[in-house]
């Protein structure tokens, strides 16, 4: 495994750019695993890690770290306050709405039906001609989401609940789309992204915020879709 990339750090906090296909830590849902980000990113860095928040083994992207117990406890405050802010990126099938609220209840795999909201908007389309089913071209978006909830696989959820699945999703996705994918450009992960969070940080009180690059997978299908994403990344 090669060093993960480390977006930010300071004496407090450290995030990386996950990789899509790596787990955050030790899961008996995915025991085949035998890599993790936190034992990973400890043997980089040479101490412990804390994670504060959860990102799926699919998902890329930012995902952050408590460098002490502590600060770990004052992160896991602010994200039970609604103080942090998570953008996510994704490539969805079809035209979405240019924006809109998907409020939608979900069941969490202990049968527990959890309120969800998640806010969306629409940053590109693109028309491919390609013939697919019924069809004579391909239809994709580019979406920016904003959970307002954490429920498990909500994003996934969500977009499949408003028939714009996410592509590569397994098994909330489009099994056509997915085959599609595979077939003609030989791409099987799930395209999304977790592009920036944002919160104020606990001991100095200035705002931070952090986003991480796209993926070489995630980059590439932009490409194939004709979009730029310079000026989408912070400096």
Same mark, same amino acid.
């Given at each position: 495994m090669e060093?993960?990339?480390?977006? =930010?750090?300071?004496?407090?906090?450290?995030?990386?750019?996950? +990789? $899509? &296909?790596?787990?955050?830590?030790?899961?008996?849902?995915?025991?085949?695993?035998?890599?993790?980000?936190?034992?990973?990113?400890?043997?980089?860095?040479?101490?412990?890690?804390?994670p504060v928040h959860r990102l799926d083994r699919k998902t890329s992207g930012t995902l952050l770290f408590a460098l002490d117990s502590e600060t770990n406890?004052?992160?896991?405050?602010?994200?039970?306050?609604?103080?942090?802010?998570?953008?996510?990126h994704a490539i969805v099938r079809g035209f979405a709405p240019e924006n809109g609220e998907i409020d939608y209840a979900l069941t969490n795999n202990r049968g527990k039906i959890q309120e969800a909201?998640?806010? =969306?908007?629409?940053?590109?389309?693109?028309?491919?001609?390609? +013939? $697919? &089913?019924?069809?004579?071209?391909s239809r994709y978006s580019l979406?920016?989401?904003?959970?307002?909830?954490?429920?498990?696989?909500q994003l996934r959820k969500h977009f499949a609940h408003i028939f714009h699945p996410i592509i590569g999703d397994r098994p909330y996705g489009c099994n056509k789309q997915n085959r599609l994918f595979l077939k003609k450009w030989n791409h099987n992960e799930m395209l999304l992204h977790?592009?920036?969070?944002?919160?104020?940080?606990?001991?100095?009180?200035?705002?931070?915020?952090?986003?991480?690059?796209?993926?070489?997978?995630?980059?590439?299908?932009?490409?194939?879709?004709?979009?730029?994403?310079?000026?989408?990344?912070?400096?």
């Open positions: 060093p993960l990339s480390i977006l =930010f750090q300071d004496d407090f906090l450290i995030a990386i750019n996950k +990789p $899509h &296909g790596l787990l955050v830590h030790k899961s008996d849902i995915a025991r085949d695993a035998n890599e993790f980000a936190v034992q990973i990113l400890r043997d980089q860095i040479g101490q412990h890690v804390f406890s004052l992160m896991q405050k602010l994200f039970m306050e609604h103080q942090v802010v998570k953008i996510y909201l998640t806010i =969306f908007k629409r940053l590109e389309t693109s028309e491919l001609m390609i +013939p $697919h &089913g019924r069809f004579q071209t979406v920016e989401a904003q959970p307002q909830t954490g429920r498990m696989h977790a592009f920036c969070i944002r919160f104020t940080h606990p001991y100095t009180g200035k705002p931070v915020e952090i986003s991480a690059p796209y993926h070489p997978p995630f980059e590439r299908m932009m490409q194939i879709m004709g979009w730029n994403s310079d000026g989408l990344f912070l400096d």
